[in-house]
Each structure stands twice: as C-alpha cells, then as structure tokens.
C-alpha cells in the first residue's frame, strides 16, 4: 500500500510541470483598434493579422513558454473613445498598449503616455514621436511616403501638381509634409497649382475637383483612406479629369479597389512598402522574412494586404522583446529594448531604432506601385526611396 501510494505521489510530481503549462494564464496585450466608425476597413485587416500572429507565436512556445493573447478593444475610430479606453489600461498598469489604427486616436493618447508610459506603439505612421519617450511609430513615416511620391512624379517631369486632402488629423499632418517637400531644395522648380481640402465625412468634392481641374495641374495626390478616398475618386471620375492620380498608402487594400473599379483613374500610384512588391528584394534575411509573412496568410487563404503588411513588423517587435524580458517586464525595460534594437530582420527592412521617431524604418523601404486594373496587382515602378525604374 504504501508502495503503491509513493509510485503515486512520484508520478504526481513529475506531471504537476505539464499541468502547470497547460493552465498556464495567457498574458494579455491589449490592442486599441478601429473595428467600427470610419477606420473599420483598416482595423478590422489589422485584428486579423494580429490573430494570425498570436496563433504563430503560441505554436511556437508563446512567450517564455507562457501563451500570449491580444485584447482587443473597439475606438470607434473616435479620439475620444481611444483616450477613455487608454485611461482604463493605465489604471490597471498594463506595461504596453498596441493601437491605435488612426491619426486622431494616436494623437489623443500620446499625451497620457509620453513621459512615464506605458509604452504606446500606435499603428498610424502619420504621427512623429520624439526618441526617449513610450511612443512608437509603425511603418515608414507618411511625411516620407509624400516625399517619395513628389520625387517619382518630380523624376517624369510632372512639376505641376495638384494636392487634396482631408481636414481631419491625418490630412493636417500631410499639409505640414507638404510644406516640408516644396522646402527641399531639389523641389524647387515643383509648383502646387491647386490645394484643395474636404471633410471626411463629406459626400461630394465636386468643387474641389472643378477647381483642380481648372488648375490644370500634370498629376494630382488626393490623399484620403477609406471611404473619403471613394468620394475623392468618384469626384474626379465625374469630372473627367484625366491624369496621375496618387495617394495614402493606407488605400492600398484589395477588397476596396475591387469595389471602385468602376471609376478607378488610368494611373494610380501608392507609395507601398517593399513587402507590397516583394519581386524586388534581394536573397537574404529580408526575403526570407517576406516568404514567411506571405505563407502564413495563404495557410488562412488570405491574399495580404497594405493593412496586414503595417503592423506585421510592429507586433513582431513587440513579441521580440517580451521573448527577451519576461512577462514581469515593465513599460521602461520595453521602451529601453526596442530603443537599442539594431539590425532587426522585418518584411520591409532592416530596423534601427536610432532614429529620431522611434519607428526604426525610413524612406528607404518605399516603392512607388501602380495599381494594374487588370491584373489587379500593385506594380513597383519606382526603386526604394521613390526614384523610377
């Protein structure tokens, strides 16, 4: 009897490290994103890729053996709901908040953030964190994705341009990018004939258009993303203006091109990231990156797109350290390690996070694409950087 209850006990002891594990609490990472509202196209992509993440890294031991899982919350696309949201997060202490998917809800929560954390890694690369603080960008800045457009058209010769954008926080920030190019000694021939705006939820820009139209201008960026971009394309389409159409990035989405492309312009160019277009990457660690990143999307059977490319490289930084630091890490053992990553291998590029936004990406990693109607592929008709092939 007793020899049989101490071959129990034994056997207990040797198991109990396997239950263990498999009760283990996932640690959670919450994620603010822009499921419904304006921005739902974007953040809905965005949830899912950053599902497809979690499924990959828990097969692949989780985080110190511990399973990850991401919380998502819902920001309506609205500044004022991603700072309630944010409130609630740092009253629990979280160390680290993904999100949000807009300029508007990034904006918002920087200011409860910057200085004492937790660490913020908003998916909008049109905001400019400054280095030191909790606040990181994803993606290549939208201030570099303007400049490398202007440089394309600038490089075939198209020296008057045309400019629309939104009024909202993301079209604020392009006009001061804008502002900043026609500095740049090298576009000083360039000329803004036209420089139009319009609400985000407006339903038409027929005057707008009409006035760019009037302007004659050789090419025009029409920057929006999401439905504003539908009305700016049907605007131009009713006017009859024929000419180089560019335009976010954010655009670059399969499913939205499908449903405009009954009033879609002959040529439409998107400042992509090198992901978008992975036929010119050289053998090595980038491409290998890529081929990992396209083969966990076509086993789901999903064909990625310029949402899923953006926030691939950023969760996966963020997983990177938690792989480091343990999940007792705190918000400034994060921010200290993801400021002293040199050399990361992502999809679209090799990641230094010297640089003064802490987004560890630049210019470099842009292609200009052209969205081929009938292949309904997005072409790089630029090196990186923006200058043409």
């Known amino acids: 009897m007793v020899t049989r209850f101490l071959t129990l006990l034994a056997l207990l002891v040797c198991l109990t490290p396997l239950f263990a594990y498999a009760v283990e609490t996932p640690y959670e990472i919450p994620v603010l994103l822009s499921l419904t509202g304006q921005g739902a196209f974007l953040g809905r992509a965005e949830q899912q890729t950053i599902e497809l993440i979690g499924n990959l890294v828990n097969r692949s031991g989780g985080i110190q053996g511990r399973p990850v899982k991401f919380a998502f919350a819902d920001d309506q696309t609205n500044p004022q709901i991603a700072v309630q949201i944010a409130n609630n997060l740092i009253a629990k202490k979280v160390p680290i908040i993904l999100g949000s998917s807009?300029?508007?809800?990034?904006?918002?929560?920087?200011?409860l953030v910057v200085k004492n954390g937790p660490v913020m890694y908003c998916f909008a690369p049109t905001i400019h964190p400054k280095r030191g603080g909790y606040v990181f960008a994803a993606s290549v800045s939208t201030q570099d994705d303007l400049f490398a457009l202007i440089r394309y058209f600038r490089e075939r010769g198209l020296t008057r341009l045309g400019f629309i954008t939104t009024t909202d926080a993301g079209g604020q920030q392009e006009d001061r990018a804008l502002d900043l190019a026609l500095a740049l000694p090298e576009n000083k021939h360039l000329a803004i004939v036209a420089h139009e705006h319009f609400a985000p939820s407006d339903i038409s820009v027929t005057a707008q258009v009409n006035r760019i139209k009037s302007a004659n201008p050789q090419a025009l960026i029409a920057w929006a993303t999401g439905s504003?971009?539908?009305?700016?394309?049907?605007?131009?389409?009713?006017?009859?203006?024929?000419?180089?159409?560019?335009?976010?990035?954010g655009d670059m989405v399969y499913k939205q091109l499908a449903q405009y492309a009954g009033f879609l312009p002959k040529e439409l160019f998107f400042p992509g990231l090198r992901s978008m277009s992975p036929e010119g990457t050289a053998k090595g660690p980038v491409l290998n990156a890529q081929r990992t990143y396209f083969s966990a999307f076509a086993s789901i059977g999903v064909r990625p797109d310029f949402p899923n490319n953006e926030v691939w490289d950023t969760v996966y930084v963020v997983i990177d350290a938690l792989r480091h630091l343990g999940t007792s890490a705190t918000a400034e053992q994060i921010r200290n390690y993801i400021d002293d990553l040199h050399g990361w291998v992502g999809i679209n590029g090799v990641y230094d996070f010297s640089d003064p936004e802490q987004r560890g990406i630049s210019g470099a990693s842009i292609v200009i694409d052209r969205w081929d109607a009938a292949k309904k592929e997005f072409i790089p008709v630029s090196k990186p950087g923006g200058m043409p092939r």
């Open 102 to 111: 807009f300029t508007g809800p990034c904006e918002a929560m920087s200011p």
């Open 228 to 249: 504003p971009f539908g009305t700016l394309l049907r605007g131009i389409n009713d006017a009859g203006l024929d000419l180089p159409i560019a335009t976010s990035p």
